[in-house]
């Protein structure tokens, strides 16, 4: 049995970001795509598996499928995984690690499962060689997927061998900084034209510009990492420095601002120090200040705010916050595009604007509502007549 194909290719993405996965993949040249529950599938190359890796800005992993069968019990899930030709991609002298997911299934606890699946590749690789792979939890060649859904059970090479919203950029955090996938995802699910400038001006740890930097610049989200299918026995490295080499010299230098702001001295030592990419730090204003006491730099731009939670304050204490954001933007902001990220639906409501848009995103376990507010020109007795509360 072949056990690398590439005829099928799952990428694995948050809630809310897969139809713009799909737009992603079909801008890559992918086919046959289907749209899944936080995933997409489509129909694979090789070619196509190197380029997912490195461009895809809202995947968090790329699969390969190798076998699908039904399980019933422990003895069962051990001898079909261990039926699996491992030896034609795992030898004694590389890592692997196994990542595993159950969704109601005769199992209980995925840890569990995961150890069942090692000692299975281990016989089999024991049996074969004498010798046995090591696992590496840290750091692995190999990186396997498992997963279990009722009685269904998926084998899968993971060609990425880590979540790939690891970009290696982020040094330092503050408190709840945005996953990078889904600060991508919001970037582009606002169909930004790249020309506009961009403010992020409740930034935190600036994951937010450092994404739309990275857009903007057509610099690949994953530009220096090293990839599991690197260690894969027909890994290509022609086609892959290829791919590589046309990336960066599409790498451009954005011929547009980006205001980055935020009330906390912290947030903006800590954007600063996320801010590592040389030319990102030559465009990029990173200035420490109040939201309401911003003011435009030009006629139009697009701004993304993403607001504390504010689940330490009342409810009426933050809608009296989202009610000053929405007059500042009334106010201050006409000609702009707004987004805002906001994990309390009852206060989002009072920014007293009507939504173009509204998209439902999960940020971690918190289910937000992403809203569009396009502010017009205008008397303010024209925004009201087209506002509501
Ligand atoms: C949820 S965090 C933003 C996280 C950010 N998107 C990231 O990825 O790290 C909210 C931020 O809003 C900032 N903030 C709160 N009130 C503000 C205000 N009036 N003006 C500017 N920033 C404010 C906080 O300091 C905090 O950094």
């Not at 993949?25 to 380029?51: S, W």
């Not at 051990?78 to 595993?100: H, R, V």
Request: some cysteine; hydrophobic content about 40%.
């Amino acid at each position: 049995m072949k056990i690398i194909d590439y005829n099928e290719i799952i990428v694995k993405t948050f809630s809310g970001l897969e139809d713009i996965l799909a737009k992603e993949l079909n801008n890559l040249g992918a086919k046959d795509i289907q749209i899944l529950n936080r995933a997409v599938k489509f129909k694979g190359t090789k070619e196509l598996v190197y380029l997912s890796n490195l461009h895809l800005r809202t995947a968090l992993r790329v699969l390969l499928p190798i076998n699908q069968f039904d399980v019933y019990n422990e003895k069962d899930l051990y001898n079909k995984i261990k039926k699996i030709e491992w030896e034609s991609i795992l030898s004694p002298e590389l890592t692997f690690a196994i990542d595993s997911s159950i969704n109601s299934s005769p199992f209980n606890h995925s840890n569990y499962v995961a150890l069942k699946a090692k000692d299975a590749i281990v016989d089999r690789l024991r049996d074969k060689y004498g010798k046995r792979p090591n696992i590496d939890t840290e750091n692995p060649d190999i990186v396997i997927n498992i997963h279990i859904f009722k009685n269904e059970c998926t084998v899968s090479l993971d060609s990425s061998g880590f979540s790939l919203h690891k970009r290696g950029l982020r040094q330092a955090q503050i408190d709840a900084p945005l996953n990078e996938v889904l600060a991508a995802g919001m970037i582009l699910l606002t169909d930004w034209d790249k020309k506009s400038d961009f403010y992020d001006l409740m930034c935190g740890s600036g994951t937010l510009t450092s994404e739309a930097f990275l857009i903007a610049s057509n610099t690949p989200p994953n530009l220096n990492s090293k990839f599991s299918f690197m260690k894969w026995i027909d890994f290509d490295s022609l086609l892959w420095e290829n791919i590589k080499n046309k990336a960066l010299e599409n790498i451009l230098s954005p011929d547009i601002r980006f205001f980055t702001s935020d009330i906390s001295q912290k947030a903006i030592a800590v954007t600063k120090l996320n801010m590592r990419v040389a030319e990102m730090r030559k465009k990029v204003k990173i200035i420490q200040k109040d939201f309401f006491d911003t003011m435009p730099q030009g006629n139009t731009g697009l701004i993304i705010l993403n607001p504390p939670y504010g689940k330490r304050l009342q409810l009426d204490e933050n809608i009296e916050f989202y009610k000053k954001i929405g007059n500042k933007l009334k106010f201050d902001y006409s000609g702009f595009t707004c987004w805002v990220l906001s994990g309390n639906p009852e206060a989002i409501k009072y920014i007293g604007l009507k939504p173009k848009k509204k998209i439902n995103l999960l940020n971690g376990k918190i289910e937000c509502k992403y809203n569009k507010f396009d502010m017009y020109y205008g008397s303010i007795k024209d925004i009201k007549s087209k506002t509501e509360n």
